[in-house]
């Protein structure tokens, strides 16, 4: 079985602030992990994926996360938002070959 | 290149009918998959289909069928449509069916049941 927690439905952050949306997960097998964001009225765009290797992931946009076996965590960071992160955010797993099990997503609020 | 392309865009239902909704993967995909997003939730997994067989099927009542083409774009159709199946539908599309392929998604299809 494998299932995604974010805490946290909405995040709002000054511009120029830290952006941490807080994902974990369960998974019977070693897991894949993957982070995608949504702006509205749009489909969901990649930002980062952990497979297997470095746990410290960089993604597009300058964000990144980092796996944690130990606290079956994968927390994305963004050093100084953006306008332009306003958006949904969405981690998501995957344990077996067929199926992403996604989180309920975290809203990002920028504030100017 | 073209991304996943997802048809239509935007579709108004009544209660009972019933539906279809397209996708073509990005050239040289061979895996597609479909969700469903209502409204404030996170993508739910519906069916992954690669190289025209049904690799997997989410907890969704028999209504919901797909079906890939030797092309490798996908239909999903659901009749008896319901109100809770107001949602967008998305498709992704992935170059095989291992995990380690990441997912493209499409736009996806807003279908509303009235």
């Known amino acids: 079985a494998q299932s995604v927690t974010q805490l946290g439905s909405h995040v709002s952050v000054s511009e120029g602030a830290l952006v941490l949306l807080r994902c974990n997960y369960s998974?019977?097998?070693?897991?894949?992990l993957f982070w995608y964001v949504q702006y509205p009225n749009q489909g969901l765009q990649l930002l980062l994926k952990?497979?297997?290797?470095?746990?410290l992931v960089k993604g597009i946009n300058g964000f990144e996360a980092e796996f944690k076996k130990s606290e079956t965590s994968f927390h994305l960071t963004k050093p100084s938002a953006h306008m332009s992160d306003a958006a949904e955010y969405f981690c998501a797993v995957r344990s077996n070959d067929y199926k992403l099990s996604f989180g309920a997503g975290t809203t990002v609020t920028v504030r100017a | 290149d073209a991304g996943v392309t997802q048809s239509p865009t935007h579709l108004i239902k009544t209660r009972g009918q019933q539906v279809t909704l397209r996708c073509s993967p990005i050239s040289g995909h061979k895996s597609v998959s479909w969700y469903q997003q209502v409204l404030g939730q996170g993508p739910q997994f519906i069916f992954q289909y690669y190289e025209k067989e049904e690799r997997g099927r989410g907890n969704f009542p028999d209504r919901f069928s797909a079906r890939q083409f030797p092309n490798y774009s996908s239909e999903l159709n659901v009749n008896a449509l319901l109100l809770g199946d107001s949602a967008l539908y998305l498709c992704?599309?992935?170059?095989?069916?291992?995990?380690?392929?990441?997912?493209?998604f499409g736009s996806g299809t807003r279908l509303t049941v009235v």
């Open positions: 992704a599309s992935s170059l095989g069916s291992d995990r380690a392929y990441g997912y493209t």
């Open positions: 952990y497979t297997t290797g470095a746990t």
């Open positions: 998974s019977s097998v070693p897991p894949y």
